[in-house]
């Protein structure tokens, strides 16, 4: 199975981690700290959610062959975001 992400802030989907919808239905699209019964629960633009995601750096390193710095990580996700859903235009 590929790899989803969540599409507003790009954090890896497991089964464990999917937001809700309105209905209480897991959400295939977005995590639980994104997304919860049907809304997102940051009201934020893109870079702010870029900003917010940076503060986990230390996380994501944990899995990298090759730690990044926080501007590093920043400058990826500015790649990466304009594809996800919710940051598409």
Known sequence: MKQKFCQSCG???TEDVLGTNADGSKNEDYCMYCYKDGQFLQDCTMEEM???CAQFIDE???NMPKPMTKE???QMMQGFFPMLKRWRK
């Open 60 to 62: 994501v390193n944990k």
């Open 72 to 74: 590093e990580y920043k």
């Open 50 to 52: 870029i900003e917010h």
């Open 11 to 13: 954090m890896p989907l």
